[in-house]
């Protein structure tokens, strides 16, 4: 029985994992901390999981914890930290759960736009966003200035957000 | 800049903690004002979390073939090109008016008189100029070199005849090189660092391209050397981390094996578009055949196909041996700022010792330092320095670590993992012990952390004895193994007893263990007596190991809870 259930949670898991942690990342806005609660979050849907007739459910059930794992997020933050208030957080919170529901056709829709773009656009954003590259060591690894760096990754990213948007409408 | 743009800007700068207070408030108006913008918004932290490859355990290799373009240089080149062709910028002319005035001076020139010896002189030497200008554009330039990198050093080199042998602190030049016996280290202009065993045949493209036709080779790569490429007969590995071995076989098989980090192991057969690829992360083993076909596995699984050169590995034979005394280290080889230091007792156990005599340029570094991996390990340090990126103690299958600090100074120098007490791999244990009694530890990173029981069922240990120990961002008891094959969030258990000193944290995460104060003090940044309530309340914060009692202490002034037992144990 036991068995049974860690069979299934992490077959579950790992074909969620991915979607929970771009739905923590878009209400948490900040890396290291949407790691650190998907952390917390793996750990505490692995204590209170129990065998699910309804596996379609999984996704919901780990979006409800990890909601209140940020909203504990906010609480602790909330004395030094610039934090949007309570009516935006809730609607990016709305928003960004209908999100979720379409990621995969996101990702198709992102993938055919990332083709769209040239070599050294694909590979200035894979810097910044895959490898986590502040701007300023984009800057200094390529020598030129922070501005012109935003410049770029702004007219870029703008363009692949346009393309995304118009290859989901389709 | 459009709205668009400009949302986008303030997200880069919202992703990295760099949003000032001003950009904050535009940024919620914005969003507030406009749906449309909203959604953009979200979109753009979507975009960016699909990027993140933190959780990305499904679909990376389908990833890679968005990124399979061949980049033809270096990458500031390619941003070079950008800057070509945005719009042109017309430089304005100062109006006429503003020119400065100026006068001609009417001379009256003497009538010419040629004579017919001056018009031969004039022929002659023009068609000595003619013949000479011919000369230089119909004869081939000398070529100019220019070095790549450097010799760093040759271990009982021996190079092929008629090559010229390197030595030493000389350049390297593009062009082929080989080595029939020993081992060299060479330094790229990009920092990257190559070692090579022979027998080699490489070839030197540029600081940026290395051919490697046989033998293997070792690779260190820092993040100047970003987009290095070693090609093969069959394919070719373009790093994203930091440290591989890449062989070639006589068999015809290319191999790579990845410490840390990943690379892209491309085989050649395709077009460079639609080649074939996969990623090589830390652990594995990637191999392209001689038909082209690429296979991945775990390291443990394949054979190992290459020596790992670059660890230093602890030789100490006196129960105690100073780290900066050459015996002491296999081969006679110190670490340094791009070698890691294994202290792996064996087979006789001897404790390594950094004292007041390791400062200066004695000074005792390390890429990172494991204290007891895969068995047991101790360093003691009573003064001196020690300067290193991370410290692990007691890690993987059996890793039984002991450091003791007592003075001197330890620099953290880069934001990785900051110290691990206990870390496990592929659920066997490391244990790790830190006494802490005085000396410093500075972390140069405000996010670096100390981690104690990192994955199921590692133990880590910290004794507070004396001192102040200041952990800039999290101490963290018990966090999930962070292994991809894991299949369950498996935590490890961390023990903190404060027996004496300060124990300064920005903050405290308890998941597994327990924090235990006795005679010293537990200071933690904020108001934080109401979640500490909570460590109380499920016996994860005791005092005196469950006979005392705690008092909290708010320090409005200086933002922060103080910690401290009271009763008698």
Redesign the interface.
């Known amino acids: 029985m036991k068995q049974d259930k860690?069979k299934q949670?992490?077959r579950l898991f790992?074909?969620h994992?991915?979607s929970?942690?771009?739905y923590i990342?878009?209400n948490v806005?900040?890396?290291?901390d949407?790691?650190?609660v998907?952390?917390e979050a793996?750990?505490i849907?692995?204590q209170k999981y129990t065998i699910q007739d309804q596996e379609e459910r999984f996704l919901y059930w780990s979006l409800a914890i990890a909601r209140n794992l940020i909203k504990q997020y906010y609480q602790?933050l909330k004395?030094d930290h610039?934090i949007?208030?309570d009516?935006?957080l809730s609607?990016?919170e709305d928003?960004?759960r209908s999100?979720i529901e379409s990621?995969e056709d996101?990702?198709a829709a992102?993938?055919k736009c990332?083709?769209r773009l040239n070599?050294?656009q694909?590979?200035?954003?894979?810097?910044?966003?895959?490898?986590?590259?502040?701007?300023k060591?984009i800057s200094r690894?390529?020598?030129?200035s922070t501005e012109?760096i935003?410049?770029?990754?702004?007219?870029t990213?703008?363009a692949?957000?346009?393309c995304?948007?118009k290859s989901m409408a389709e | 800049m459009d709205k668009y743009e400009q949302i986008i800007t303030l997200v880069i700068k919202e992703h990295e903690g760099m949003l000032t207070a001003e950009e904050f408030r535009i940024l919620q108006a914005y969003l507030r004002g406009d749906s449309q913008l909203l959604d953009f918004y979200i979109h753009c932290y979507l975009t960016i979390s699909v990027f993140n490859k933190s959780y990305d355990f499904s679909d990376r290799i389908a990833w890679s073939e968005a990124y399979l373009v061949n980049i033809d240089g270096p990458f500031w080149k390619e941003l070079a090109d950008l800057e070509k062709a945005a719009p042109s910028f017309e430089q304005p002319t100062p109006p006429d008016d503003d020119k400065p005035a100026v006068g001609k001076l009417a001379v009256e020139k003497p009538p010419h008189k040629i004579k017919k010896s001056s018009v031969l002189t004039v022929v002659l030497s023009s068609a000595a100029l003619l013949f000479f200008l011919m000369l230089i554009r119909f004869l081939p330039a000398p070529p100019v070199r220019t070095p790549i990198g450097r010799v760093l050093q040759l271990n009982n080199a021996v190079f092929p005849k008629p090559v010229k042998m390197l030595a030493e602190g000389q350049d390297v030049f593009a062009g082929p090189l080989s080595l029939t016996a020993g081992s060299g280290l060479i330094e790229l202009d990009t920092g990257t660092r190559v070692f090579l065993t022979a027998p080699i045949e490489i070839d030197l493209h540029d600081k940026s391209l290395v051919y490697l036709s046989q033998g293997k080779l070792l690779a260190q790569v820092p993040p100047t050397g970003l987009g290095f490429t070693i090609s093969t007969p069959q394919g070719s590995v373009v790093v994203y981390g930091t440290e591989f071995t890449l062989a070639v076989d006589p068999d015809g098989w290319t191999r790579v094996e990845v410490f840390k980090g990943r690379v892209d192991l491309r085989s050649k057969s395709g077009s460079p578009v639609n080649a074939i690829s996969q990623l090589v992360a830390a652990g594995q083993v990637g191999t392209v055949d001689a038909s082209g076909s690429i296979a991945v596995k775990d390291k443990r699984t394949s054979p190992a196909p290459v020596r790992r050169s670059l660890e230093r590995v602890w030789a100490g034979t006196q129960p105690r041996s100073l780290w900066n005394d050459p015996v002491n280290w296999e081969n006679e080889e110190m670490p340094d700022a791009y070698s890691p230091a294994f202290l792996q007792h064996r087979p006789v156990r001897s404790i390594c010792v950094i004292d007041d005599t390791h400062t200066g340029q004695h000074r005792a570094r390390a890429e990172y330092v494991n204290i007891g991996l895969w068995g047991y390990g101790c360093l003691e340090m009573t003064g001196g320095e020690l300067e290193t990126e991370e410290i692990w103690v007691g890690r993987r299958d059996g890793g039984d670590g002991v450091f003791t600090l007592s003075g001197g100074t330890v620099f953290i120098t880069q934001k990785r993992d900051g110290i691990i007490i206990g870390k496990s791999w592929e659920k066997k244990a490391g244990h790790g012990v830190m006494n802490f009694k005085g000396g410093t530890i500075l972390f140069e990173d405000s996010r670096d952390n100390m981690i104690l029981g990192w994955g199921y069922p590692a133990q880590g240990v910290l004794n507070m004895e004396g001192g102040r120990l200041s952990i800039p961002n999290q101490l963290i008891l018990g966090a999930v193994s962070d292994e991809i094959q894991s299949p369950e969030p498996l935590l490890g258990t961390g023990y903190v007893n404060i027996k004496a000193g300060v124990l300064r944290a920005g903050s405290l995460l308890i998941r597994q263990g327990r924090v235990d104060i006795q005679d010293g003090v537990l200071v933690l940044k904020g108001d934080v007596r109401q979640p500490l309530q909570e460590y109380v309340r499920t016996n994860r914060l005791t005092a005196n190991n469950g006979a005392g009692t705690l008092r909290f202490d708010y320090d409005s002034d200086a933002d922060e809870t103080r910690v401290r037992a009271e009763g008698l144990p």
């Open positions: 860690e949670f992490f790992m074909q994992q991915r929970i942690f771009c990342l878009m806005r900040n890396a290291d949407a790691r650190d998907m952390q793996a750990v849907m692995w602790k004395r610039l949007f208030c009516e935006l609607e990016i928003r960004s999100q990621y996101y990702v992102l993938r990332l083709a070599a050294r694909r590979q200035l954003l894979s810097l910044k966003y895959e490898r986590g590259m502040k701007v060591e690894h390529v020598q030129r012109a935003y410049k770029i990754i702004a007219r990213q703008a692949l957000q346009r995304i948007l």
